[in-house]
C-alpha cells in the first residue's frame, strides 16, 4: 500500500509542476516554457503560451443543495514554447499579459457564478452556457491582443494593452481565487 500512496503522490507532484496558477506577485520567467519543439508551425513565432483555466465542481444530487465550483487560471509549461534565440524581457511581458488575460476571464466566469450559481440546479441549468460564452469572449479577446498588438511587436499597443490588462484585473480583484 506505501507503494501505491508514493506512485500516486509522484504522478500528482509531477503533474502540478508542469502548470503553475495564476498570482498576482508571480511573474513567469523563460524557464516556464519547457516545450522543446514550436508547435505553432510558424518560423517568426518567437514564444507560445499555452494558459487558460481548469474549473472543479463540488455538489450533491438534490437540486436544492448548495454548490462550489472553483476556477483556476492556470500556464502549462509543458505546452509553452520559446524560440532561445529570440527571448527579451519585452516578449516576456507580451506573454505574461497573455496569463493575464486568462486571470481576467477567470474572475469574470467567477463574478457570474457568484451572482447566478446558487444551488445545484442552477449550476446544471446556467452553468456550460455561461462557461462556453465566456470561454469564446477569452479566446476571440487573446486574437484581438496579438493581432492590435502584433504580437508585441507594436509597441505602442503593447503600452495600451499593458495599462488596459492591469485596470481590468484591479477592477474585478473581488473575484480573484480565494
Given amino acids: 500500500m506505501k ?10 507532484s509531477s503533474l502540478q509542476s508542469q502548470r503553475i496558477e ?39 444530487s438534490n437540486p436544492k443543495s448548495a454548490v462550489k465550483v472553483t476556477i483556476e487560471t492556470i500556464f502549462n509549461e509543458d505546452k509553452s514554447w520559446k524560440n ?12 505574461q499579459k497573455h496569463f493575464d488575460i486568462a486571470e481576467i476571464y477567470a474572475r469574470k466566469i467567477r463574478k457570474e457564478i457568484i451572482e ?9 441549468t446556467y452553468f456550460q452556457k455561461m462557461y462556453n460564452r465566456v ?14 498588438t502584433e504580437h508585441g ?11 488596459f490588462v492591469s485596470i481590468e484585473l484591479e477592477q474585478l480583484k473581488n473575484y480573484q481565487k480565494p
Fill in 116 to 124: 447566478k450559481i446558487k444551488t445545484t440546479k442552477d449550476f446544471d
Fill in 22 to 60: 495564476w498570482k498576482e506577485d508571480k511573474k513567469l520567467m523563460w524557464s516556464n516554457f519547457k516545450r522543446k519543439t514550436n508547435n505553432r508551425h510558424r518560423k517568426n513565432v518567437v514564444a507560445y503560451t499555452h494558459c487558460g483555466w481548469v474549473y472543479s465542481v463540488l455538489k450533491s
Fill in 135 to 148: 470561454l469564446k469572449d477569452y479566446k476571440n479577446f487573446q486574437a484581438l491582443y496579438d493581432g492590435v
Fill in 84 to 95: 532561445d534565440k529570440k527571448t527579451s524581457d519585452y516578449i516576456l511581458n507580451h506573454e
Fill in 153 to 163: 511587436m507594436n509597441k505602442e499597443k503593447q503600452a495600451e494593452y499593458d495599462t
Fill in 3 to 12: 507503494c501505491l500512496f508514493l506512485a500516486l503522490f509522484l504522478i500528482s
